[in-house]
């Protein structure tokens, strides 16, 4: 059993920063690839970034590139979420999840475990 916990959200005007964090359970977190996710209101979930076990390999949504860097900290269990540059449209509950097979994707099926979720609302 992986248990998964998001930090970090909350209210930032349109141009701001927000740094995201997921601490997750378990001794073999190192083995994991990690993704974020996030869904807006009335919409459904869409990937953001995902890494893989030893942060050599990242992967980003359109959206995020150029914004949004994702970086893990295997020795502190945890997976973070640098966004800049915040726009309304990126007003969502930001999820993190873990693919026990170490698969960096952006399928939503393809990862076995998720948080409960961060609330992340920019203003304009």
């Known amino acids: 059993q992986v248990q998964l916990v998001e930090s970090g959200g909350g209210l930032v005007q349109a141009g701001g920063s927000l740094r995201l964090s997921c601490v997750a359970s378990?001794?073999?977190?190192?083995?994991?690839?990690m993704g974020w996710f996030r869904q807006a209101p009335g919409k459904e979930r869409e990937f953001v970034a995902a890494?893989?076990?030893?942060?050599?390999?990242?992967y980003y949504a359109d959206s995020a590139k150029g914004r949004f860097t994702i970086s893990r900290d295997n020795a502190k269990n945890t997976v973070y979420l640098r966004m800049n540059v915040l726009k309304p449209e990126d007003t969502a509950v930001y999820y993190c999840?873990?693919?026990?097979?170490?698969?960096?994707?952006?399928?939503?099926?393809?990862?076995?475990?998720w948080g409960q979720g961060t609330q992340v609302t920019v203003s304009s």
């Open positions: 999840a873990a693919d026990l097979s170490g698969l960096v994707t952006s399928r939503p099926s393809a990862y076995d475990y």
């Open positions: 378990g001794r073999t977190f190192s083995s994991y690839a």
């Open positions: 890494i893989s076990w030893s942060g050599g390999r990242t």
